[in-house]
């Protein structure tokens, strides 16, 4: 009578270690949605700030550029043209960044530099652990000042 209690014990704590298996990858996908979904919407507005900020700098850009042609023109120094150059590279730049595939090489170059030099990746110390992260919360903890006894467990 014992065995068979004992093999219906192991079947529940297996089926139960399954569940909580389950239950843990169906959390673990969650999470990972999750946070692929708010790293999108970071990139979303960050491309929105950058083609906004472009609309801005094309402004400017345009109306410096009239200011530099009409004074040239008009008072014949043509050295007042230089500027165009530097000004006509960053308009470049910030439309390529905004609306062109500048963001496609900066992910291919991110790619290459996983894939090829990921020992800069590396966090000075190496990754956190358990220890140290509580180690640090402790230490913190002492040059705190005592707030109150139901502080003790936080």
Do not use: C
């Not at 139960?16 to 919407?41: C, D, I, P, T, V």
Request: net charge positive.
């Amino acid at each position: 009578m014992g065995s068979y209690f004992s093999k219906t014990m192991d079947e529940n704590l297996k089926k139960q270690q399954e569940f909580m298996l389950k239950s843990q990858q169906l959390q673990m996908e969650r999470q990972l949605a999750l946070q692929n979904e708010m790293r999108e919407r970071q990139m979303a507005m960050m491309i929105a700030k950058s083609r906004d900020f472009f609309w801005y700098w094309l402004a400017f850009d345009s109306l410096v550029s009239t200011g530099l042609v009409v004074g040239a023109l008009k008072r014949k120094k043509y050295g007042l043209l230089l500027p165009l150059i530097p000004l006509s590279f960053i308009t470049t730049y910030q439309w390529d960044l905004s609306y062109g595939p500048k963001i496609e090489r900066i992910r291919e170059m991110a790619d290459r530099i996983i894939d090829e030099e990921s020992s800069l990746l590396d966090l000075p110390h190496g990754l956190p652990t358990f220890s140290s992260v509580e180690a640090a919360r402790l230490k913190e903890k002492k040059n705190e000042p005592f707030k109150s006894g139901h502080d003790i467990f936080l």
